[in-house]
């Protein structure tokens, strides 16, 4: 069964309201889709906060080696992992009880999102933050 996306009020909503994106796979390079969504998002007054176990700091941010191990409150996870990779990294997700659990464009996990929709989270798959932001912004 397919995870159905949020309707663009929702997701304008969410863009409008949630304000602290943790972001899973962040890359320190420019090039990389995630370095420049995550790059637009904070140049929009978003918090980031990198997850990137391999990187001490990236965009100027602390970066964490997992959502477990940031300590303030996340408003939404950005997952910029293979679909495969997806599924513990949205049960972090919900143990840290982020709001909005966001797959990136070109993502999907229909069971992983299933078990966020069942533990009472927001779900958007495969859409760009970046794209839905301008989009509807």
């Given at each position: 069964?397919?995870?159905?996306?949020?309707?663009?009020?929702?997701?304008?909503?969410?863009?409008?309201?949630?304000?602290?994106?943790?972001?899973?796979g962040l890359s320190p390079k420019k090039e990389r889709a995630s370095n420049d969504v995550a790059?637009?998002?904070?140049?929009?007054?978003?918090?980031?906060?990198?997850?990137?176990?391999?990187?001490?700091?990236?965009?100027?941010?602390?970066?964490?080696?997992?959502?477990?191990?940031?300590?303030?409150?996340?408003?939404?996870?950005?997952?910029?992992?293979?679909?495969?990779?997806?599924?513990?990294?949205?049960?972090?997700?919900?143990?840290?009880?982020?709001?909005?659990?966001?797959?990136?464009?070109?993502?999907?996990?229909?069971?992983?999102?299933?078990?966020?929709?069942?533990?009472?989270?927001?779900?958007?798959?495969?859409?760009?933050?970046?794209?839905?932001?301008?989009?509807?912004?």
């Amino acid at each position: 069964m397919m995870a159905e996306n949020p309707s663009d009020d929702k997701i304008k909503e969410i863009l409008e309201t949630k304000k602290v994106v943790a972001v899973v796979g962040l890359s320190p390079k420019k090039e990389r889709a995630s370095n420049d969504v995550a790059s637009y998002l904070k140049d929009k007054g978003y918090k980031i906060i990198p997850v990137n176990p391999g990187h001490d700091e990236i965009l100027g941010e602390k970066s964490y080696p997992s959502l477990s191990d940031i300590p303030e409150k996340v408003d939404i996870v950005d997952i910029f992992r293979r679909p495969e990779h997806t599924g513990p990294i949205v049960d972090e997700a919900i143990s840290i009880d982020a709001d909005v659990i966001w797959l990136q464009l070109g993502i999907r996990n229909d069971e992983a999102a299933q078990k966020a929709l069942d533990a009472g989270k927001t779900v958007v798959q495969d859409k760009c933050m970046l794209q839905e932001h301008r989009k509807l912004l």
